[in-house]
T-cell receptor, first 115, second 111 residues
Framework: DTAVSQTPKYLVTQMGNDKSIKCEQN?????MYWYKQDSKKFLKIMFS???????INETVPNRFSPKSPDKAHLNLHINSLELGDSAVYFC??????????????FGPGTRLTVL | DAKTTQPNSMESNEEEPVHLPCNHSTISGTDYIHWYRQLPSQGPEYVIH???SNVNNRMASLAIAEDRKSSTLILHRATLRDAAVYYCILRGIQGAQKLVFGQGTRLTINP
């Protein structure tokens, strides 16, 4: 059973297009996250939602809009894609929002390539 | 979040112990030390965490220095599957909800 799943696994698109990445977790967690890993392999948090409420927004361009229809899903919609958006995007979830000891569970990643 | 420093890369042989160091000289008294690893083409996965005492679990052991300014992740018998990038991350009261990844240590295991 996959705990955190993402679709699609690969996404290749043209500059200027709009695309979405979906994430689902079946762990019953309250908190979900989006992280971005760039070409230099640096992993950085983008957003966090707790019970469908936005908690963290780390100075991400407003072309990126997360949407959480319920606490098991956190989708990432990207408008007007740019070359610099090419990266691997990871979804994650955890039980607690402010716990220093909670574990985050990551999905397999979505590799986005913008041409 | 306080900063951590790790070697860029390390190499070891299969079935030998591996000690992965992490320096965190500016750690505060309430910061937990977490380790995650990222296997090739996968998302990061949790390894272990601790506050002051040494910790053991199925995957690894965490040895924390008495002054807490450094820690060591110990893989007791490395396998090829342990080849990954290992991240040492501090989580304090401020910003505990996010993981702040550094560059990590790329561990290579030789057969």
């Amino acid at each position: 059973d996959t705990a955190v799943s993402q679709t699609p696994k690969y996404l290749v698109t043209q500059m200027g297009n709009d695309k979405s990445i979906k994430c689902e977790q079946n762990l019953g967690h309250d908190t979900m996250y989006w992280y971005k890993q760039d070409s230099k392999k640096f992993l950085k948090i983008m957003f966090s939602y707790n019970n469908k409420e936005l908690i963290i927004n780390e100075t991400v361009p407003n072309r990126f809009s997360p949407k959480s229809p319920d606490k098991a899903h956190l989708n990432l919609h990207i408008n007007s894609l740019e070359l610099g958006d090419s990266a691997v995007y990871f979804c994650a979830s955890s039980q607690a929002i402010r716990g220093r000891t909670d574990t985050q569970y990551f999905g397999p990643g979505t590799r986005l390539t913008v041409l | 979040d306080a900063k951590t420093t790790q070697p860029n890369s390390m190499e070891s042989n299969e079935e030998e112990p591996v000690h992965l160091p992490c320096n965190h000289s500016t750690i505060s008294g309430t910061d937990y030390i977490h380790w995650y690893r990222q296997l090739p083409s996968q998302g990061p996965e949790y390894v272990i965490h601790g506050l002051t005492s040494n910790v053991n679990n199925r995957m690894a052991s965490l040895a924390i220095a008495e002054d807490r300014k450094s820690s060591t992740l110990i893989l007791h018998r490395a396998t090829l599957r342990d080849a990954a990038v290992y991240y040492c991350i501090l989580r304090g009261i401020q910003g505990a909800q996010k993981l702040v990844f550094g560059q990590g240590t790329r561990l290579t295991i030789n057969p």
